[in-house]
T-cell receptor
Framework: GAGVSQTPSNKVTEKGKYVELRCDPI?????LYWYRQSLGQGPEFLIY????????DSGLPNDRFFAVRPEGSVSTLKIQRTERGDSAVYLC?????????FGSGTQLSVL | KQEVTQIPAALSVPEGENLVLNCSFT??????LQWFRQDPGKGLTSLLL?????REQTSGRLNASLDKSSGRSTLYIAASQPGDSATYLC???????????FGQGTRLTINP
């Protein structure tokens, strides 16, 4: 596809469960970002990849959150032992020359 | 710590009016500033990107200005249309980092 693709679009899980959120960036974009957006707020930075490596993970809130990008394309955000406070829209973006292109996000609901 | 503030939080105007959305940031050491549009349930669409050395950017009916020294940017929308209804977000990229710091957004409603 032409844009950033995120799956699933919605994920409902129970407190304490493990979840994985997937991001397919635009082909050829080496930079990839994860952001989290709570209702009525702007997106908050989680992690930035340049190629396969996490160049900046300063936004990850705690060690329950982890992200990988093993081949420098698709990325997976992993959340262990989910908590109700993790409920939010998780946005992925890829970048070319500084301009970010966002996916539609994954709405995560932790019950 | 960079903080970005957008005023107003919500704005409702009749169709055809020209309007201005405001964005302020606390640290002037920015690399660039972007304005995004977000429709309900959708991701963000980049509207305009202003490099720190630039004063403004224009695209169609949109014009964004940047005053780095005062920590302010404005997004001007001319001849507003109902299709312009959305949330508009301002984000700054700080020098030496790749991440963007976002404001909370302005929810704009254009009434036919």
């Amino acid at each position: 596809g032409a844009g950033v693709s995120q799956t699933p679009s919605n994920k409902v899980t129970e407190k304490g469960k493990y979840v994985e959120l997937r991001c397919d960036p635009i082909s050829g974009h080496t930079a990839l970002y994860w952001y989290r957006q709570s209702l009525g707020q702007g997106p908050e930075f989680l992690i930035y990849f340049q190629g396969t490596g996490a160049a900046d993970d300063s936004g990850l809130p705690n060690d329950r959150f982890f992200a990988v990008r093993p081949e420098g394309s698709v990325s997976t955000l992993k959340i262990q032992r989910t908590e109700r406070g993790d409920s939010a829209v998780y946005l992925c973006a890829s970048s070319l020359q500084g301009k970010l292109f966002f996916g539609s996000g994954t709405q995560l609901s932790v019950l | 710590k960079q903080e970005v503030t957008q005023i107003p939080a919500a704005l409702s105007v009749p169709e055809g009016e020209n309007l201005v959305l405001n964005c302020s940031f606390t640290d002037s050491a920015i690399y660039n500033l972007q304005w995004f549009r977000q429709d309900p349930g959708k991701g963000l669409t980049s509207l305009l990107l202003i490099q720190s050395s630039q004063r403004e950017q224009t695209s169609g009916r949109l014009n964004a200005s940047l005053d780095k020294s005062s920590g302010r940017s404005t997004l001007y929308i001319a001849a507003s249309q109902p299709g312009d209804s959305a949330t508009y977000l301002c984000a700054v990229r700080i020098q030496g980092a790749q991440k963007l710091v976002f404001g909370q957004g302005t929810r704009l409603t254009i009434n036919p």
